[in-house]
């Protein structure tokens, strides 16, 4: 049995009186042990799902269908105590904006060893500090530098620590939501492999949301593709890089630089993601898409499975493949 089942998960805010849409039916499993990537282009609704599936959705947010199972148990009714459990504890996560997510004028070591001391409750300060300087240790960051505070580290070091207290309460799930998108290739390359080495060596199970497919491509096992809030194709790193199907995954890929076409030319997408205030009809990125046909404009397409492994929505392919079942 998977480890986070999400199924058909739904979230919508309110704003002005209208209610917007920003995760709509999504569906999708992480395997213990693996990491599944979740890209899309800015407004997906990528950092919506990772904060629904944390309890962290703002107050005009709320999961309005669908379920997140986390090891057998139901997640979406949980309140505010009981998130408490859950959250930091079994699982963590790493925030896109490190230096957002850190108190400035508190110490690094004291806010990694803040959580570690809100679920152990029987553990001493003493004790927690301890733990606290062996998982900025663990993640790289000098012993000299762990009373520091989050403005005296650079973006590479505060992003380190921001993992450092995701992994403080000894979480089974870790969400790593862009963690490396503001940062330089150098310290992108780094954090990268960081996460690689602690995957391994504590066996952690890994949500990452990116909107970068080179970076998903090193990563990842599993690939799960949104676009306007909806989940449009999903499959191994094989099956998206090899053989992709929806032509939004196909565009993603082209608009990576690739120097098999030459230069490192990238061929980027048409037009903008469209405002989830008033989405097109039938698929979402039939405005965008080179492939649109008239049904495009007017139906939703349903999924259809190719293999064991990948499934797409799109009209295109809806004789070729069986329905998803």
């Known amino acids: ?58 107050r005009n947010g709320a999961v309005t269908g669908g379920s997140i199972l986390f090891d057998g ?17 079994r699982m963590g996560m790493v925030f896109q904006g490190a230096m957002n ?34 998982l900025l240790s663990l993640v790289g960051i000098p012993a000299d530098r762990h009373p520091a505070y989050p403005y005296e580290y650079s973006g590479g070091m505060r992003q380190r620590a921001g ?51 080179g970076v998903v491509a090193r990563l990842c096992d599993r690939v799960v593709v949104l676009y306007a809030a909806r989940s449009v194709e999903e499959g191994t790193v094989e099956d998206i890089y090899d053989r ?7 565009a993603l890929l082209e608009s990576v630089p690739n120097f098999s076409r030459g230069r490192g030319k990238s061929h980027g997408i048409p037009g903008a993601p469209p405002s989830l205030m008033d989405p097109p009809a039938g698929c979402r990125f039939h405005p965008r898409c080179p492939r649109a046909m008239d049904i495009c404009t007017s139906v939703s397409p349903a999924r259809s499975r190719f293999t064991a492994t990948q499934t797409a929505a799109c009209h295109l392919y809806e004789e070729e493949a069986g329905g998803d079942g």
Request: no cysteine.
């Open 163 to 213: 993992i450092a207290m995701a992994l403080s309460g000894r979480p089974a799930v870790l969400i790593a939501d862009e963690p490396v998108t503001a940062l330089d290739v150098i310290v992108q390359a780094r954090i990268l492999q960081l996460l690689e080495d602690l995957q391994e060596a504590l066996d952690l199970t890994i949500l990452f949301i990116t909107h970068d497919l």
């Open 244 to 250: 992709p199907k929806h032509p939004y995954t196909r």
């Open 1 to 58: 049995m998977a480890l986070l089942s999400i199924s058909s998960l739904t979230v919508e805010y309110q704003r002005a009186g209208r209610t917007i849409r920003a995760v709509d039916d999504v569906s999708f499993e992480i395997e213990t042990g693996t990491v599944v990537g979740l890209v899309g282009e800015s407004g997906s609704g990528k950092s919506t799902l990772a904060l629904s599936l944390m309890g962290l959705l703002p």
């Open 101 to 134: 997510s850190m108190n400035p004028v508190r110490r690094v070591i004291d806010q990694v060893a803040e959580p570690i001391l809100t679920h152990e409750t029987d553990m001493t300060k003493a004790d927690a500090a301890d733990r606290a300087g062996e």
């Open 73 to 89: 148990a139901e997640m979406t009714g949980l309140d505010e105590p009981e998130w408490r459990t859950v959250r930091g504890r």
